[in-house]
């Protein structure tokens, strides 16, 4: 089992929509952190998430629920420019100080 | 701050040859991370550095991967010899904290194996 896993898409949804990611990890990771990636670009953080519950920044959501090891991203409103890959993250490890990635999940957002 | 700065940004190279990527972490950041993606198997952390000492390097694919941090301001990551296999974009992060806080990325080398 991959120790980050996500649906890989692509996800499309149509602009002014609720974009909906979801991660599960394998490991009780103490931090889970979302990344968005541009094609030919680098990943850029968007959100990190260290307690259950919900954190919300401008448009985007995450929620995350470690007892089920699950970790999700919503987006608001979506636009064209959410178009990306979104990748999520665990700190992994018995220092809890490697981050692993998911292989993340291409959302699409249709005019 | 200038960010994670990675070198050269893109390399072509033959198969057996030796190939190094450099990279400059954030300063202050004590811990520093190589990254490997590609289309079928995503972004895989080959090796991590806290305050300069290899802590694991259980991703790293192969003897044919070395990777060394002198000081708190570079790393490198070697292979050789290359092989058309390892043709990928590899990225360098950077950490405040470990991986108890974000990890802070590179613009990437993507590397050419021909």
């Known amino acids: 089992q991959k120790e980050v896993e996500q649906n890989s898409g692509p996800l499309s949804v149509p602009e002014g929509a609720i974009a909906s990611l979801n991660c599960t990890y394998s490991?009780?990771?103490?931090?889970s952190f979302w990344y968005r990636q541009y094609s030919g670009k680098s990943p850029e953080l968007i959100m990190s998430?260290?307690?259950?519950g919900d954190k919300e920044d401008g448009r985007f959501t995450a929620q995350l629920n470690k007892a089920s090891q699950y970790v999700s991203l919503l987006i608001r409103d979506s636009q064209p420019s959410d178009s990306a890959t979104y990748l999520c993250?665990?700190?992994?490890?018995?220092?809890?100080?490697?981050?692993?990635f998911g292989s993340g999940t291409r959302l699409s957002i249709r005019p | 701050d200038a960010g994670v700065i990675q070198s050269p940004r893109h390399e072509v190279t033959e198969m057996g040859q030796e190939v190094t990527l450099r990279c400059k972490p954030i300063s202050g950041h004590n811990s520093l991370f190589w990254y490997r993606q590609t289309m079928m198997r995503g972004l895989e952390l080959l090796i991590y550095?806290?305050?300069?000492?290899?802590?694991?390097d259980s991703g790293m694919p192969e003897d044919r991967f070395s990777a060394k941090m002198p000081n708190a301001s570079f790393s490198t990551l070697k292979i050789q010899p290359s092989e058309p296999r390892d043709s990928a974009v590899y990225f360098c992060?950077?950490?405040?904290?470990?991986?108890?806080?974000?990890?802070?990325f590179g613009q990437g080398t993507r590397l050419t194996v021909v």
């Open positions: 998430i260290y307690s259950n």
């Open positions: 490991d009780r990771g103490s931090q």
């Open positions: 992060a950077s950490s405040p904290a470990g991986g108890v806080t974000e990890a802070f």
């Open positions: 993250a665990v700190n992994s490890g018995s220092s809890a100080s490697k981050i692993i």
């Open positions: 550095f806290n305050n300069n000492v290899p802590i694991d």
